[in-house]
């Protein structure tokens, strides 16, 4: 449907427009969810408009006027209802217009989703709700949390930044190292709930932000690094499925690959590394970039993922690192890794270990661990590759209602992020250069 294709591609942008214009978050996503509904009715009878996106804020900022005069509160918002045309920009009804411009400011948006009064969690669930247009119910099984408990944390959130007076704006110079860390993060984060999820236009927003922070900061070389970072693993998204099946990267048409992209995320990745700043997105970066080379040289990788761990200390890249031991010093060494963690809620955990446990020939503890990762997948192409696996392993499929067994843990390892430790993941999402969606999966 034409209307779905302009939500995926739209919607923060038109979103981000209606908060420059209305100045609140939560009015300015009230007045776009009601342009898509009368969208839905009226293009289908009517046509699709010459500007989709234009005809979307018009319509929007209208019905945004009609809910305040039915506040009465108009006359306190003239101000910013006018702020556009006070600046000298396109009046609305321009916006119709097919050649009409309209002015990009998901920039600004992110920056206020992230700034620093509200707590980091909270800023990137209102990212995803606002820029990457998930629905509450989508971000709460993304955080492991109620839906009650998640709409109750956007509210909050959209109330704070109207009644703290959050500016909707870029920050100045001076303030952009200490606002960086969290905005990279939360776009990153992005960046792999529409890799991990399938949602590709999660993906290209998350690059979008990635080229626009680029521009912004282009000396900076974490900035550049993530930029890479994402392109180096978007380059391969034509050759992760097939036939609704994950493929495993090494099993993947490597002509379906977008070299250009590649070419572009090597260039980003060397210009960072001239900066002889080692941060851990261009550590990953450096990590990905291998990954695409045959043969792998694994000892650099497993190497660049310990420096990694001890920038970070999460266990995600710890699992990750496994991955690469295994490969050197086979799959009991690896293992030997993974049972000192503590990612029981983390399905990508459950399917690194029941590789391992294949390879090692302990098929009756990978049946279960597969059977744990399978338990746990949000997608259906990783439901249908984990029931592959699962039923590779030989054992009975009865069996699989047995929990796998525990290994030991290590006590005191969190994945919750906090800002400035950038590569550790919050409940939910793919934190550390891609995970086994990068090896074992895609």
């Keep these: 449907m034409v209307l779905d294709a302009v939500f995926r591609d739209q919607w923060g942008r038109v979103l981000a427009t209606l908060v420059g214009i209305l100045g609140d978050i939560e009015l300015a996503e009230d007045a776009a969810a009601e342009a898509f509904a009368i969208a839905a009715e009226r293009w289908p009878r009517d046509g699709e408009p010459a500007n989709p996106a234009g005809w979307l804020i018009v319509t929007a900022r209208n019905r945004a006027i009609d809910q305040l005069r039915r506040q009465q509160v108009l006359a306190a918002k003239t101000t910013l209802l006018a702020r556009d045309l006070e600046a000298g920009l396109q009046p609305p009804e321009a916006l119709m217009d097919d050649a009409a411009t309209i002015p990009d400011e998901r920039l600004e948006l992110i920056f206020t989703c992230c700034h620093p009064a509200l707590a ?25 949390v109620p839906f009650e408990t998640m709409s109750k944390r956007l509210t909050r959130a959209k109330h704070k930044i109207r009644d703290a007076g959050i500016p909707f704006a870029v920050p100045p110079d001076h303030q952009l190292p200490d606002r960086l860390a969290a905005v990279l993060a939360v776009v990153y984060l992005i960046f792999n709930q529409g890799w991990g999820g399938g949602r590709v236009d999660l993906a290209a927003e998350a ?19 993530l930029l890479a970072l994402m392109l180096l693993h978007d380059a391969r998204k034509a050759a992760r499925l097939r036939d609704g099946q994950l493929v495993p990267l090494d099993d993947q048409d490597r002509t379906l690959w977008d070299t250009r992209q590649i070419d572009e995320g090597r260039a980003l990745l060397q210009r960072a590394m001239t900066r002889r700043r080692t941060g851990p997105y261009l550590l990953q970066a450096a990590i990905a970039d291998l990954y695409l080379y045959q043969p792998r040289d694994w000892r650099q990788i497993a190497a660049l993922y310990e420096t990694l761990t001890q920038q970070t200390g ?33 399905r990508y955990f459950h399917s690194t270990r029941a590789d391992l446990l294949r390879r090692a020939g302990r098929r009756s503890e990978a049946h279960h661990a597969y059977r744990r990762a399978l338990d746990l997948a949000q ?34 390892r969190s994945v919750r992020l906090r800002p400035g430790q950038a590569p550790r993941t919050t409940p939910g999402f793919v934190g550390s250069g891609g995970g086994v969606l990068q090896t074992l999966l895609s």
């Design 120 to 144: 980091f969690e909270t800023q990137v669930a209102l990212t995803l709700r606002t820029l990457g247009g998930l629905s509450t119910d989508e971000i709460a099984l993304a955080f492991l």
């Design 207 to 225: 690059i979008h932000l990635g080229r626009a922070l680029a521009g912004l900061m282009p000396d900076e070389p974490e900035v550049l690094a």
């Design 314 to 346: 999460s266990p995600i890249v710890e699992m990750n690192r496994a991955i690469a031991v295994a490969e050197i010093d086979g799959p009991e060494a690896g293992l030997a890794i993974l049972d000192r963690l503590d990612l029981d809620h983390y």
């Design 379 to 412: 997608t259906e192409p990783e439901q249908r590759f984990l029931q592959d696996r699962l039923a590779a392993t030989g054992e009975p499929y009865a069996e699989a209602a047995r929990p796998a067994p525990a290994p030991a843990r290590r006590a005191g």
